[in-house]
């Protein structure tokens, strides 16, 4: 989701530094916009000298999950010493825990840098489209800071949900949500398929009924066609949500159960193929519906 980001930041006439671990994945922005997009390589020199260069406002990470980003930037961050993130802001797009985001903040505050969690609703498709929402946790005064300087509008619709933990909260919220809708369908149709009725019929029942949500036209051919390959959000990736979903559940104490049960039946999609491993379309749920 990184790299139809960073394209939108370029096509809007930013200067964009770009790290990803696979660098060969970002020369394609490289070759389109050879002036303003420039390669991180993934040496801690070259890294360092990123984040050190005060010509450099804004770090923006999208990185798949909190070790990844304590990795990559605030290791590096402690090796250049003092604080090289004063005047900076840091922005924590990717999906993490509430504790996980608050460690991110402290670690900010101790470079010198101000902190926003930003993380994102919306998959590789709407990224490429420039129409993701992203949820902003911080004080209103930076966020009216940051919106003054329209970069992350340029990803899609920005929502101040409030202070921080509180976007993150929101976010994870949401994906619980999603993973639980994407769940429910493919164990619904399961029903329908392992009882000889007819799938097109269950289709236009719910399409002329108030259960209808657009999402159910969003994956139902993925299901049908048992296609998990052009990823939107991987099982491994909700694996890991679900696992933040129900620490953040446990600590406001609601109830666990539902989040238990739906993170395990992802627990067993993610380990249905030893090739895999759990890096395919999470809609592959769908494949351990069925009893052997």
Do not use: W
């Amino acid at each position: 989701m990184g790299l139809p980001m960073a394209k939108h930041l370029l096509i809007n006439n930013h200067e964009v530094y770009v790290y990803n671990r696979t660098s060969t994945k970002a020369m394609d922005l490289v070759k389109e916009f050879p002036s303003s997009c420039h390669v991180i390589s993934s040496s801690d020199e070259d890294i360092q000298r990123v984040l050190a260069d005060q010509s450099i406002g804004i770090i923006i990470s999208m990185l798949f999950d909190y070790q990844n980003i304590v990795d990559v930037v605030f290791q590096n961050l402690d090796k250049l010493g003092g604080s090289p993130l004063s005047g900076k802001v840091f922005i924590q797009m990717s999906t993490i825990s509430v504790e996980q985001s608050a460690r991110l903040d402290e670690l900010t505050g101790r470079c010198g840098g101000e902190f926003i969690e930003a993380p994102v609703l919306g998959t590789n498709t709407v990224a490429i489209a420039g129409k993701l929402q992203v949820l902003l946790g911080c004080s209103k005064e930076l966020f009216e800071r940051v919106e003054s300087l329209n970069v992350l509008q340029n990803f899609g619709s920005l929502k101040h949900v409030g202070e921080k933990s509180k976007a993150i909260k929101m976010k994870l919220s949401l994906n619980f949500l999603v993973a639980s809708l994407t769940g429910v369908l493919a164990n619904s149709i399961s029903l329908v398929q392992s009882n000889d009725l007819d799938v097109n019929m269950y289709a236009d029942i719910v399409r002329d009924s108030a259960l209808y949500f657009k999402y159910f036209d969003m994956k139902l051919p993925r299901l049908l066609n048992h296609d998990y390959s052009d990823m939107n959000f991987s099982v491994n990736g909700i694996v890991k949500d679900l696992d933040c979903i129900e620490k953040m559940a446990e600590d406001s104490k609601v109830n666990t159960n539902l989040i238990s049960t739906i993170k395990n039946l992802y627990e067993q999609a993610g380990n249905r193929d030893e090739q895999i491993k759990g890096q395919e379309d999470f809609a592959s749920v769908f494949e351990i519906m069925k009893k052997e």
